[in-house]
């Protein structure tokens, strides 16, 4: 097997090897006294295993600790009682129960073992178009994902085409059916993802959600599969989205392409996770009707109330794709009848690519706090795992699982508190100086890349540094229209009123300029170059002094880095070290790149006559 066997990340204080358990309670009695031999910690600690609940209590009594809680609970206890210890805190007592029941990573892994958006090397799970994956790593891959409570999986890109359809037929599904038995001992539970399209290219000859030949054809994969894997969680899907076929091929609405699929689920408790990421992916530039992130809630909107109790709309958090900074999307504020995932994306694909240091957790709070009360029902997030040594290309990018672990879990994102957790438990010599450099990262990261809320600046295809223009005469809908004197998309009332889809306090607070978040500005508005901003500054002045700031502040991340060299194991320092040599590169090319191309369209020079290049 060529993969490497992955660092112990932030549990290096248990044994690298793990030992068998057939269930959730067998596997924490094993990982307990292991932990607290490792951690020679003389406390008592009994486990009571009752159920299959995933929540669990953490009590004292007469100088025992007990860990009560079904199958996985006493396990998820396990690992935060061991994860305090080990960062020398208090027993961590208390009642613990998780906000989301599917707390979900999204591999978007395809079967010749490249990763869609991976960057962190190739596939855990898959190699020459079938599963093939080096066990023990699994092994490793599922306590680091139950020590955080993530407890299901999506193993297959969303782009779905053939051979990959195949996984749900035998006799991939003997491999699939082998892998669920693996993970299911940490709680993980299987989804798959299908192409909709499939029957076409089976006896039925169509995918027609109206069709019985479909509908019984889906039925009886259903079938086939429960009877392998009965604790499958469900499918993911992603129709009529970038050139994915979907119900709209056969003249059908997505509710009755969703409803279809789930009907094949329900006998056997599945739930269908249908994506919203639809969108005209052929905008002309020159349509100026079109705006891209009105998109998802113009088509599913009017759905609400259409779906079957089993389908969940799972929705990206903001409603174009993941840029550094863009708004909630309105989508998760108008389905109140449906159920609904939020989805994140690990994956810094628009972020720095596990290159350049992005930890995410602070945009998942200010995420948070523009969701409904309620929220979403579900919590999915794109993966930024692969084969790697490091897991993620960049040591510290593992922070950003773990915080979706734990936001996944509470319900709510506290980014110092995730941190320092975090690097408490990987980094213990250097846990202060790392957690600031983690959280300082989003802003840095936004001041180079992300001029108030504009998206998009990036190489086209490769999305990773600064092209001004490289979408700006393209087909995917994301056009900012900067000319000599103003730059960005008026989405008022009086532009093409996407602010009309935001419920009323979130509409007013976007629309006003005097309460539009700065760093949301060319989000919502056109403005002109002169605009003056509430700090006294010309918005391209602001634009000017972000770019050299962050590629500065880019360069302090790497020196404090540098600094940390002999408190952190050196194979750690060295790889993270090449990546901050190479961010800081990055963030030059941005600052030159973004500061000229405004300078040479506007012609106004920078106040403080720093170095642009005309
Ligand atoms: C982005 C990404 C694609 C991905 C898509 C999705 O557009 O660039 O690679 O397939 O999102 O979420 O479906």
């Not at 007469?62 to 396990?78: A, D, F, K, M, N």
């Not at 789930?262 to 408790?269: F, Q, V």
Request: hydrophobic share 40%; glycine share 8%; aromatic share 10%.
């Amino acid at each position: 097997m060529k993969q490497a066997s992955g660092t112990p990340a932030w549990l290096p204080f248990l044994p690298m090897d793990i030992p068998a358990g057939n269930s959730s309670a067998q596997l924490a009695r094993s990982e307990l006294a292991a932990g607290l031999a490792a951690l020679a910690s003389s406390q008592r600690v009994e486990l009571e295993v009752k159920g299959a609940d995933e929540g669990y209590d953490i009590l004292l009594r007469e100088g025992t600790l007990h860990i009560r809680g079904g199958e996985p609970g006493v396990l998820y206890g396990t690992y935060t009682l061991l994860q305090a210890l080990a960062r020398g805190e208090p027993a961590p007592l208390g009642n613990y129960r998780p906000r989301y029941p599917l707390r979900m990573l999204n591999h978007w892994d395809n079967m010749d073992g490249s990763v869609e958006r991976g960057y962190a090397g190739g596939s855990l799970f898959f190699n020459n178009n079938r599963l093939a994956y080096d066990q023990a790593r699994i092994h490793r891959y599922a306590r680091m994902l139950a020590s955080v409570g993530i407890n299901a999986i999506c193993l297959n890109n969303v782009n779905v085409r053939p051979p990959m359809d195949g996984l749900i037929l035998p006799p991939q599904l003997d491999d699939l059916a082998g892998l669920a038995n693996l993970l299911r001992p940490y709680g993980i539970r299987l989804l798959v993802c299908v192409d909709f399209a499939m029957p076409a290219r089976h006896e039925p000859g169509t995918a027609d959600p109206l069709s019985p030949q479909v509908q019984a054809w889906w039925a009886l994969r259903a079938k086939q599969v429960y009877a392998r894997i009965p604790d499958l969680a469900g499918f993911v899907v992603k129709a009529d989205s970038e050139h994915r076929p979907g119900p709209h091929t056969y003249g059908r609405s997505h509710a009755q392409g969703a409803n279809m699929l789930a009907r094949a689920l329900k006998p056997h408790g599945g739930l269908l996770f249908w994506r919203c990421f639809v969108y005209n992916c052929r905008q002309d530039w020159r349509d100026r009707q079109t705006d891209r992130p009105k998109a998802a809630y113009e088509h599913y909107a009017p759905l609400d109330g259409q779906f079957d109790d089993n389908v969940v709309l799972q929705i990206k958090s903001g409603p174009v794709d993941f840029q550094v900074r863009e708004p909630v999307s309105p989508l998760l504020h108008a389905l109140p009848q449906t159920k609904k995932a939020l989805e994140l994306q690990l994956a810094q694909e628009y972020t720095g690519q596990q290159i350049d240091l992005f930890y995410q957790a602070a945009q998942w709070q200010d995420i948070f706090r523009q969701l409904p009360p309620g929220g979403a029902d579900y919590i999915a997030a794109v993966s930024n795992l692969g084969d790697d040594e490091s897991w993620c290309g960049h040591d510290l990018a593992l922070a950003n699982l773990y915080a979706f672990g734990r936001t996944a879990w509470r319900g709510e994102s506290l980014p110092g508190r995730y941190a320092m957790e975090w690097a408490a438990l990987s980094f213990p010599e250097a846990a202060g100086e790392i957690t600031k450099l983690l959280l300082a990262s989003p802003h840095v990261y936004e001041k180079y890349a992300a001029p108030l809320g504009l998206g998009f600046m990036v190489n086209p295809q490769t999305h990773y540094g600064p092209s001004p223009e490289g979408y700006e005469y393209a087909l995917w809908g994301t056009y900012h229209r900067a000319n000599h004197e103003a730059i960005g998309i008026d989405r008022g009332p009086e532009g093409t009123n996407f602010t009309a889809q935001y419920p009323l306090h979130l509409r007013q607070r976007f629309e006003r300029l005097t309460t539009c978040p700065d760093r949301l500005l060319l989000f919502f508005h056109r403005l002109r170059y002169d605009q003056r901003l509430a700090d006294g500054r010309s918005l391209l002045q602001r634009i000017y002094d972000d770019h050299f700031e962050g590629a500065q502040e880019a360069e302090a991340l790497q020196a404090a880095w540098l600094e940390l060299a002999g408190r952190v194991p050196p194979e750690v320092h060295a790889r993270v070290a090449r990546r901050f040599e190479m961010q800081v590169q990055n963030a030059r090319e941005w600052r030159d790149v973004i500061n000229t191309y405004f300078y040479r369209k506007s012609g106004i020079p920078d106040e403080q006559g720093r170095l642009i290049h005309p």
